[in-house]
């Protein structure tokens, strides 16, 4: 049988070799450019399993250079790398598969030859590198939010599902700010009052004092429901027996017996608008300290006396604040 001979210096004698250039240009780590959505928030997520809760963050603002996150929800504090949401981690995952297959295709293309036929009875031998479509990236949008808020503490801009929480960069409760907040549109509300007619001004009045008694007993259902108690506080006697009880102490003791009069007053009247037309019954007769309620009769609601209870109301808040949540 005849041989076939393979001249020297054929294509089949050198060996290969494969440039690695473009991989170890990537070196051992891969930098991932990620995006703050239009209003310059960065998504966040709890990384404790119960929780997940998704929040949003501006750079730049709040505490610098804190190594630490707070989750607004369920006041979990980690790393600040821990907190990164899921659609982020995929993201990240398909840029760096991306970076790393088409640098190991630009390697690989480095490999393409083609040996020509020679001799009538040469072989020729040819490499040729294709590739199918790019790895897809996975984009993702950050989710719409309720609720903007500035912490007070440390300026940091932040986003929430709800009202309450706790800052993600210093780790202080909103609650109290967020009290503060309503009473300040309650406020704009009683000075709208002054320069409308006498039916609109009342309606405005009622309206301002609802929105105090409402602010506040969400408020403290709030502070309540962190330490496992749910507290209603649109009755305050009621509120402040339950607040002894649970939490032994009492969250009016900074009050005179006129102060507490006075809020309590306020509170029944709210309770007649919202549940009775503002009519005046015998129960309020008898619990509102008010010498010149008849039954029967509407009640009277002045601006004067609504903006007498919120400074006292928030005295209430901030004293019940600092009695269940003072490491907050």
Not at 53 to 78: N, R
Request: glycine fraction near 8%; charge should be negative; proline fraction near 5%.
């Amino acid at each position: 049988m005849d041989s076939l001979e393979i001249p020297p210096n054929d294509c089949v004698n050198p060996p290969m070799s494969f440039s690695m250039r473009n991989v170890k240009r990537l070196g051992d780590q891969v930098s991932v450019p990620m995006h703050s959505d239009e209003d310059g928030y960065f998504g966040r997520e709890c990384p404790v399993e119960e929780c997940r809760g998704y929040f949003k963050v501006t750079p730049g603002t709040g505490v610098q250079g804190s190594p630490l996150c707070h989750c607004p929800y369920c006041g979990h504090s980690g790393d600040n790398g821990t907190f990164w949401t899921q659609e982020q981690i995929e993201y990240a995952r398909s840029f760096v598969l991306r970076q790393v297959t088409d640098a190991l295709h630009k390697d690989m293309k480095s490999m393409e030859f083609d040996h020509k036929l020679q001799g009538g009875f040469g072989i020729g031998i040819s490499l040729k590198v294709t590739r199918g479509a790019p790895h897809p990236i996975q984009y993702y949008r950050e989710k719409e939010l309720e609720t903007h808020v500035v912490c007070e503490s440390c300026a940091l801009r932040f986003a929430i599902y709800g009202v309450f929480g706790w800052c993600p960069d210093c780790g202080s409760h909103n609650s109290v700010q967020i009290l503060t907040k309503n009473f300040e549109l309650a406020r704009k509300e009683l000075s709208l009052a002054e320069t409308v007619e006498s039916d609109l001004a009342d309606h405005l009045i009622g309206d301002a004092l609802e929105n105090i008694v409402s602010a506040f007993d969400g408020f403290g259902r709030e502070i309540s429901l962190r330490k496992g108690s749910e507290i209603r506080f649109q009755n305050l006697p009621g509120a402040r027996r339950n607040v002894q009880e649970k939490f032994g102490f009492d969250f009016a003791d900074s009050l005179t017996a006129e102060e507490w009069q006075g809020v309590c007053r306020v509170f029944q009247k709210r309770h007649l608008l919202a549940h009775k037309m503002g009519v005046i019954d015998e129960d309020y007769v008898q619990k509102a300290f008010d010498s010149l309620a008849i039954a029967g009769r509407k009640v009277q609601v002045t601006s004067e006396e609504v903006n007498y209870s919120m400074p006292v109301i928030e005295s209430l808040g901030r004293r019940l604040f600092a009695g269940i949540l003072p490491q907050e």
